[in-house]
């Protein structure tokens, strides 16, 4: 294949923004790791409070996918120590808004050098500033209120650098502490980053979406205007709305409205369709009213999506069932459906305590809060800790990549619910959910509805 002179200086811009940031990324996790790693073979006690917070330091100071990777490695039970996890949760999805001169060249890139006038107005700053791009309110000819997020410049290249730095850090990790492989979660991790830079694709979850809740009236979805969309400019209806933390102090019945509106959102799209909305990050909710009054979600972002096989809903399904009648095989089935391989007693025992942390809400018939008493800094971190001291012990264990983002979302769904201290009854709620399950009905809905929206299953 030939270049042009001007792909050629693309290319050449490309290779030279990676460079940047390999170098960037690499001396600021380099140097964190490396005293990681000398410290091991000198003998040395690091102290890995310090250690950690300068790496927290190091990631949140660069804009981009390394404080979103971050953010999700603090969720993931042992992946990373817990000194580490401490800091890497403190990292916020927020970065440093780009300038309107920044705003007017990558939006001519994007549609033309008359963009302006395909809009009625578009204001000069951004509502939202994220990490892989900024949220500008606009307003359509027909006069619609907008939603245009834009990519940063050389995302593609600091996605590609930072996963590299990732895989060094995770080597050095199994290394010196092989309890959990991380192998796969970062196969996973890479695959999910590389799909949110392509805006088309999240246009397609986003009508996905509206298929799949289109009857869940507590849970709203915006529209898309294809003809204002690219690869690296999505613009959606405008769907107005306060924080979701805003009504942590409500009355219990407007709280217990809101996490059952969230619940919805998240079950019902992976009951039914096998699918979950994998980045349960607080900024990405709303709370929207009716007559004055909080009545339910908007879900705002829709570039982490998760497609399961369908299979892979039965073993949620299998685990639950298991843990609940004490049928062992029922358990070990579930885990060989999700991906775990070769697992012995031992192991299973183990990883069960995890598995209980995660179902426990699910499994009592009766109200409750989801941490049932214990505080909320200390939610999971005793089921984690005991997890990473057996696997040391009887591990390790290669993590399936099917397991990151549900025990993610999982995680992320259930702090929502300690942020709004929610009394709800969860054994119910998960029972209506999965009401007449079965594998074929999930398989026949989610081809139905991912061809629809012009998507192919996920791997």
Request: charged fraction near 25%.
């Amino acid at each position: 294949m030939w270049l042009t002179p001007d792909m050629a200086d693309t290319e050449k811009n490309r290779f030279s923004a990676r460079a940047k940031r390999y170098a960037r990324v690499g001396a600021n996790v380099g140097s964190v790791a490396a005293r990681m790693a000398g410290a091991r073979l000198l003998g040395i006690d690091l102290d890995r409070g310090k250690n950690a917070a300068e790496l927290a330091a190091a990631l949140g100071g660069l804009k981009g996918p390394i404080m979103k990777v971050a953010q999700l490695l603090a969720t993931i039970p042992e992946a990373l120590p817990p000194e580490y996890i401490t800091e890497l949760t403190k990292l916020q999805s927020q970065a440093p808004p780009m300038g309107w001169a920044f705003v007017k060249r990558r939006m001519q890139a994007e549609l033309g050098a008359d963009w302006q006038k395909k809009f009625a107005t578009f204001e000069h700053q951004p509502a939202a500033a994220a990490s892989l791009g900024q949220v500008h309110r606009a307003r359509s000819l027909d006069d619609q209120d907008l939603a245009c997020k834009l990519q940063y410049p050389d995302m593609q290249s600091a996605v590609e650098a930072d996963l590299g730095q990732l895989g060094v850090l995770f080597a050095i990790r199994r290394r010196f502490d092989p309890a959990i492989d991380t192998r796969e979660i970062i196969k996973e991790i890479g695959e999910r980053m590389r799909e949110e830079l392509d805006y088309r694709r999240e246009a397609k979850h986003v009508a996905f979406y509206r298929d799949v809740l289109k009857g869940a009236d507590a849970v709203r979805v915006p529209k898309v205007w294809p003809e204002l969309s690219t690869g690296r400019l999505l613009t959606l209806e405008w769907l107005e709305g306060h924080r979701l933390l805003d009504h942590k102090d409500d009355p219990l019945a407007v709280r217990n409205r809101l996490a059952t509106a969230m619940f919805t959102a998240w079950w019902l799209p992976f009951s039914r369709f096998g699918t979950i909305h994998g980045d349960p990050h607080l900024g990405n909710y709303s709370v929207f009213d009716d007559n004055g009054k909080p009545a339910g979600i908007n879900l705002l972002d829709y570039g982490c999506i998760r497609v399961f096989p369908p299979s892979f809903v039965g073993g949620v399904v299998d685990l639950y069932n298991g843990l609940r009648k004490g049928n062992h095989d029922l358990v070990v089935h579930a885990y060989e459906i999700w991906g775990f391989r070769g697992l012995s007693r031992e192991v299973i025992d183990i990883l069960n305590i995890w598995a209980r942390f995660i179902y426990g809400p699910l499994m009592e018939d009766r109200v409750r809060s989801i941490a049932d008493g214990v505080k909320p800094g200390e939610y999971g971190r005793k089921q984690a800790f005991e997890v990473h001291k057996a696997l040391r012990e009887k591990g390790p264990v290669t993590v399936p990549r099917e397991f990151v983002l549900m025990d993610r979302a999982a995680i992320g769904l259930g702090g929502v619910f300690l942020h709004l201290r929610a009394e709800l009854n969860f054994h119910r709620l998960f029972e209506d959910a999965m009401e007449q399950f079965s594998v074929k009905r999930v398989a026949d809905r989610q081809a139905k509805a991912l061809a629809a929206a012009g998507l192919a299953p996920t791997r």
